[in-house]
């Protein structure tokens, strides 16, 4: 019975590590939280976006990995992609903005 025990409690702490090790961020995965948080990021930034009457925001899309920001998609002038990443830039939390606009 000690024995059963003590193998129960070798298995439930091998769980807890195998579950912790699953929610660890890593250069090409992120965690839980930093899902969330880029998440929240990548709806400001859309928010932003979608508040600026010279940009359209259907045509820029907007994606967030561990605070930085891709925004791709067209628009119409140069002045609209800088717009664009100007706005995304004053976003609080927002590490870096890496701009993929093509002018069309």
Do not use: P, W
Not at 3 to 11: G, H, N, P, V
Not at 37 to 50: F, M, N, Q
Not at 59 to 72: A, H, N, R, W
Not at 74 to 90: C, I, N, P, T, Y
């Amino acid at each position: 019975m000690k024995k059963f025990r003590s193998f129960l409690r070798f298995l439930l702490g091998l769980l807890v590590i195998a579950s912790l090790a699953g929610c660890a961020a890593s250069k090409h995965y992120e965690s839980t939280g930093e899902y969330i948080d880029d998440s929240v990021l990548t709806t400001k930034v859309k928010t932003s976006i979608l508040g600026d009457s010279k940009l359209k925001v259907l045509q820029i899309d907007v994606e967030t990995f561990k605070g930085i920001v891709q925004l791709s998609g067209f628009v119409d002038s140069q002045e609209a992609a800088e717009r664009a990443v100007d706005l995304a830039r004053k976003v609080r939390g927002v590490k870096q903005v890496n701009n993929s606009l093509i002018v069309k």
